[in-house]
């Protein structure tokens, strides 16, 4: 599974982003796709997942701020970022998820830096 991510930049506090995350490879087995953030000195973070089925997920520190999205054809998916705050700064990466009965086959995309200024 390949994962290309696009969309990062600079913002001013306030704004918005829309970071896109498109799936190739062996994408049957993916049930799950989303975003996870890491800024530096601090642990990586659940943005939001979505899976195939359409059930989202956000992390408590997004909600109501952030939106995830998923194409018809759930090979892309789409984070978008209003009401951008200072400590949404950091890098964010796209990942798909293959949840199997003895595990979890995780595959992650390059990240693509996110970068809120006052």
């Known amino acids: 599974v390949q994962l290309q991510a696009s969309g990062g930049g600079l913002v001013q506090a306030g704004g918005s982003l829309r970071l896109s995350c498109t799936s190739s490879g062996s994408i049957d087995s993916i049930n799950e796709m989303g975003w996870y953030r890491q800024a530096p000195g601090k642990q990586r973070e659940l943005v939001a997942t979505?899976?195939?089925?359409?059930?989202?997920k956000y992390g408590d520190s997004v909600k109501g701020r952030f939106t995830i999205s998923s194409d018809n054809a759930k090979t892309t998916v789409y984070l978008r970022m209003t009401s951008l705050k200072l400590e949404d700064t950091a890098v964010y990466s796209c990942?798909?998820?293959?949840?199997?009965?003895?595990?979890?086959?995780?595959?992650w995309g390059q990240g693509t830096q996110v970068t809120v200024s006052s």
């Open positions: 990942t798909a998820a293959n949840f199997r009965p003895c595990g979890i086959d995780r595959f």
């Open positions: 979505i899976t195939t089925g359409g059930v989202t």
